[in-house]
């Protein structure tokens, strides 16, 4: 089993920067994609970024490419998320999880542990 623990969120000003960093313990996690979520009030769980088991290759959800960057360091099981040139659409709560399958997925209900969420306010 996996437990995740996020850290990092905050209130930011629109434009500015926030990095999120999540760490996992139980088990070796190196095979296991990583991903981020968020949720805000009333909305669906959306997919923001994953880190690829093993190769730690990036994907990004549209909403976000080119301002945020997701990365991870192997040996400390940690997986983290720069958040740059923030925007009022990003408040939510934001949620690291992990994916043991050997395929990669955006899809929430593809991850079987996640972190209880931390939250990322940006006001205007």
């Known amino acids: 089993q996996v437990q995740l623990v996020e850290s990092g969120g905050g209130l930011v000003q629109a434009g500015g920067s926030l990095r999120l960093s999540c760490t996992a313990s139980?088990?070796?996690?190196?095979?296991?994609?990583l991903g981020w979520f968020r949720q805000a009030p009333g909305k669906e769980r959306e997919f923001v970024a994953v880190?690829?088991?093993?190769?730690?290759?990036?994907w990004y959800a549209d909403s976000v490419k080119g301002r945020f960057t997701i990365s991870r360091d192997f040996p400390k099981d940690t997986v983290q998320l720069e958040m740059n040139n923030l925007e009022s659409g990003d408040t939510a709560v934001y949620y690291c999880?992990?994916?043991?399958?050997?395929?990669?997925?955006?899809?929430?209900?593809?991850?079987?542990?996640w972190g209880r969420g931390t939250q990322v306010t940006v006001s205007s």
């Open positions: 999880a992990a994916n043991g399958g050997r395929r990669w997925s955006i899809q929430v209900e593809q991850y079987d542990y």
């Open positions: 139980g088990r070796s996690i190196s095979s296991y994609h």
């Open positions: 880190s690829k088991g093993n190769s730690g290759a990036e």
